[in-house]
């Protein structure tokens, strides 16, 4: 049983991965999975996965969210309980004592946080990059990396996209992609770019959206949700990630796959992969406007340096290897708390 505790409606990373996970798993042989997860994430819930809707607008500490989630888990009590993110891990942690001894607890951090006492009460924990595995340290950590479904472009070119956009096909084109908020941090990408011998497209929607509308130079576009997101992956010259907290962005996974090599600050995931080269450290308007020069000037040299990560996300982070690797820690762990 997975247990993913977002209210919703938004679609992030994690709701992402704990949903594609659980819909590989389920199509492993010898394995039934359920999910507990808020309504309004339904529509995405494949039929092999038995979906149990909870409110989970609720607080952590709402004696009816956890009253709800104890009588679900014992309607058909499992051999794992998985949870992912620390809401999820913090409900189950406060039920542990009413939940079957036998039944192997596992918690999912996908992402850095202050407080991590609740993953201490789980038998395993997770974590989806090495930076978080250093941030819940002394706890004893899994790393699971993160992983997507491949992607074959469609017929979208650089021209039509160019022309839609109403933006310079003969210039660099660099991308921008996620939820604009302030985690990710865009408007130091919005000012680097001003002046930058390219065009910056930034494909996302979020409450910073006025406020990065306002500081925009002409060359920076502010695009929007997209649906076609992979398609633009495999059109722009690179990607930029400016976030100043991340757990394991699926946006650099999926910009690796298409061949798009990426620069982005030091936060998991990108640390865990990128080249020191490739790692923003200055994000200050004048030093992350040079660093974005020079790699614009040497765009070719960027993408033949990242060829390996390129092989590397196509060959082992698709997310049906990553499902294969979480059962065989999941068999692994049952084994170990068996013989204890």
């Not at 209210?7 to 999975?33: D, F, H, R, Y």
């Not at 809707?53 to 709800?68: C, E, K, V, Y």
């Not at 924990?125 to 479904?149: D, E, Q, R, T, Y």
């Not at 997310?319 to 049952?334: G, H, M, N, P």
């Amino acid at each position: 049983m997975l247990i993913l505790a977002s209210s919703g409606p938004t679609v992030g990373g994690m709701e992402l991965q704990a949903i594609q996970q659980a819909e590989e798993l389920s199509m492993l042989p010898n394995t039934q999975l359920s999910l507990v997860a808020a309504k309004c994430f339904g529509d995405l819930i494949p039929s092999s996965v038995t979906h149990y809707p909870a409110n989970m607008t609720q607080s952590r500490r709402s004696i009816f969210l956890l009253g709800s989630l104890l009588r679900t888990i014992r309607t058909d009590p499992p051999d794992i309980i998985h949870a992912h993110g620390h809401k999820a891990a913090s409900l189950i942690s406060t039920l542990k004592p009413f939940i079957p001894k036998h039944t192997l607890l596992i918690a999912t951090a996908h992402n850095v946080k202050r407080n991590n006492k609740q993953l201490a009460k789980m038998n395993a924990v997770f974590v989806v990059s090495k930076g978080i595995a250093k941030a819940v340290a002394p706890i004893k950590s899994h790393v699971v990396l993160n992983g997507i479904k491949p992607h074959t472009p469609g017929k979208l070119t650089k021209e039509i996209l160019c022309k839609n956009l109403g933006i310079d096909e003969s210039l660099p084109l660099i991308l921008g992609v996620g939820r604009l908020v302030q985690t990710k941090r865009f408007e130091h990408l919005v000012n680097a770019a001003d002046g930058l011998n390219a065009s910056i497209v930034i494909c996302g929607d979020g409450p910073e959206l006025t406020t990065l509308q306002k500081i925009s130079p002409t060359n920076c576009l502010l695009a929007g949700h997209r649906k076609d997101i992979r398609d633009l992956l495999f059109l722009a010259d690179f990607m930029v990630i400016s976030a100043d907290r991340d757990g394991f962005s699926l946006a650099l996974i999926e910009a690796l796959h298409s061949g798009l090599p990426v620069l982005s600050t030091p936060v998991p995931g990108a640390e865990d992969l990128l080249p020191d080269n490739c790692l923003i450290k200055d994000t200050e308007k004048n030093a992350f406007h040079s660093f974005l020069s020079h790699h614009i000037m040497h765009i070719e040299q960027l993408k033949e340096s990242q060829k390996p990560l390129f092989d590397f996300v196509r060959n082992e982070l698709q997310i049906s290897q990553v499902a294969e690797r979480t059962l065989c820690l999941y068999q692994d762990l049952l084994a170990k708390k068996k013989n204890l």
